[in-house]
């Protein structure tokens, strides 16, 4: 089992400490390989908006040697985690500037058809609030790549830092932690169809791409997949 994990800040203290517990859960189960990118650590730009990718050439993105292998990365997973601070009610930047590089595979564009096989986990700590939103913000990306389950964990603090919270709501945490990463876990081995609203999100899109009738890069693609023919990538 080989799950990706994401961590959007360098800092190795609040949202590091619940990724630890989220890993030893997963080897609880069984043996995984985790391949780990810390976002501020790896070199990494923000989208210069050139839509050299969305044209059709990622692969020409100014920044794609910082940012393809974490991607390809992804791709050969079996499931992916999110790991995000709150920063002022969101995700932290680190992240939201890997999520735009994203985009050309957004279902509207080139899905990768082994996102529709895949699970994740987003999980996000904060001082007291923003969680939702912060994971609402990455769920909303995976649900456009296609990712089959996805799970997400909010923690609020409300203490000085991770060995500051009192015991008996430690303990709370933890079973929360390890509740999401049992149903993470049970759900990639298993063979379940997409959610409804992915299924009739690419149904959408491929009635878009079908009526676009073009001869651009996503239209190409959506032909060469067979998707256009009836084949589904789930
Ligand atoms: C720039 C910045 C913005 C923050 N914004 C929020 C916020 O909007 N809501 C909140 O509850 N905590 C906020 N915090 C606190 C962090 O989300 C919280 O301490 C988190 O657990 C830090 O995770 P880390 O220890 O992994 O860095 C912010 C912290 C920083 C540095």
């Given at each position: 089992?080989?799950i990706?994990?994401?961590?959007?800040?360098p800092?190795?203290?609040n949202t590091?400490a619940a990724?630890q517990?989220?890993?030893?859960r997963?080897?609880?189960?069984?043996e995984?390989?985790?391949?780990e990118?810390?976002l501020q650590?790896?070199p990494h730009?923000?989208?210069?908006?050139?839509?050299t990718?969305?044209?059709g050439?990622?692969e020409?993105?100014?920044?794609?040697a910082?940012?393809?292998?974490?991607?390809?990365?992804?791709?050969?997973?079996d499931?992916?985690i999110?790991?995000?601070?709150?920063?002022v009610m969101?995700?932290?930047a680190?992240?939201?500037a890997?999520?735009?590089?994203?985009?050309?595979?957004?279902m509207?564009h080139?899905?990768?058809p082994e996102?529709?096989?895949k699970?994740?986990?987003?999980?996000?700590?904060?001082?007291?609030?923003g969680?939702?939103d912060?994971?609402?913000s990455?769920?909303r990306?995976?649900k456009h790549w296609?990712?089959?389950?996805?799970?997400s964990?909010?923690i609020?603090?409300?203490?000085p830092g991770?060995?500051a919270?009192?015991?008996?709501?430690k303990?709370k945490i933890?079973?929360?932690?390890?509740c999401?990463t049992d149903?993470f876990?049970?759900?990639l081995?298993?063979?379940?169809?997409?959610?409804?609203?992915?299924?009739l999100?690419?149904?959408?899109m491929?009635?878009?791409?079908?009526?676009?009738k073009?001869?651009?890069a996503d239209?190409?693609y959506w032909?060469?997949q067979?998707?256009?023919?009836g084949?589904?990538?789930?």
């Open positions: 089992m080989k990706c994990i994401l961590y959007g800040s800092r190795k203290k590091y990724v517990q989220i890993k030893e997963l080897r609880l189960h069984e995984v390989e985790f391949v990118y810390i650590k790896e730009d923000f989208c210069c908006g050139c839509y990718c969305i044209n050439a990622e020409k993105c100014p920044h794609a910082h940012v393809q292998p974490v991607i390809q990365a992804m791709r050969g997973a499931g992916l999110f790991a995000t601070p709150v920063y969101d995700m932290t680190q992240m939201k890997f999520l735009d590089h994203t985009g050309y595979f957004y509207v080139r899905p990768y996102m529709f096989q699970s994740a986990l987003v999980v996000s700590t904060a001082a007291g609030a969680t939702k912060a994971n609402a990455v769920v990306s995976l296609g990712v089959r389950r996805i799970y964990c909010g609020s603090i409300f203490a991770w060995d919270i009192p015991a008996s709501r303990r933890e079973k929360r932690l390890d999401v149903a876990w049970r759900s081995g298993a063979k379940k169809r997409p959610t409804m609203h992915t299924r999100l690419f149904f959408a491929k009635q878009m791409q079908k009526r676009k073009g001869t651009g239209a190409t032909k060469q067979g998707w256009l023919d084949k589904k990538p789930f």
